[in-house]
């Protein structure tokens, strides 16, 4: 809403701009208050300190990734790198059934690809963000992303993969309870 509201700001008529830039006055103090809520709740809740103090150390994982994943993928540290894959959805299926040859022509073109399809919506949006981020921050994602698309990747399909990536470095290392080491 508060993104709406500023995309209406320039257009809308003089007498309607004052209300506009209330309401979004209005609307960035209500988000600052939820955050400093969040964050005053993840702070007091004992069995996400230590957590949060992990993925939030890990370069290109900000406040909003740290705080989805606690709350929206509780398995996150106790499953193997193919289960979270899957439980988030950016694990690659194939979507190949029947005859290839008796399929129409416009799915045989698709044919051997790969997809991702289902899991966690929201948390596969967040963390798309955050992958953006971590490909500027993190050596580790930068040098995976640099080297898929080197390999001759799609920026789409080598973005997907340091997803992936990101999300298995992150139940690692809530898995074993270390922090973040960068590379000497």
Known sequence: MLQA???????APTPVQACLREHIAWLQARLDDLDGELQQLTADY?????????LGGVPGVGPVLTLTLLADVPELGQLNRHQIA??????????????PER??????????????????KLVRGVLYMATLAAI??????RAFYQRLLAAGKL?????????????????????KKTAWQPAS
Request: aromatic share 6%.
């Open 5 to 11: 509201e500023q995309n209406r700001l320039p257009r």
């Open 46 to 54: 004992a069995p996400w300190q230590e957590p949060a103090e992990i």
């Open 86 to 99: 899957a439980l988030v959805g950016v694990a690659p299926f194939h979507r190949e059934s029947g005859h």
């Open 103 to 120: 399929w129409p022509r416009r799915h045989r073109d698709g044919a051997g690809k790969r997809h991702i399809t289902g899991g966690r």
């Open 136 to 141: 500027r921050w993190n050596p580790v994602i």
């Open 155 to 175: 920026r789409k399909v080598a973005l997907t993969a340091c997803m992936r990536k990101l999300l298995t470095i992150l139940n690692t290392l809530l898995k």
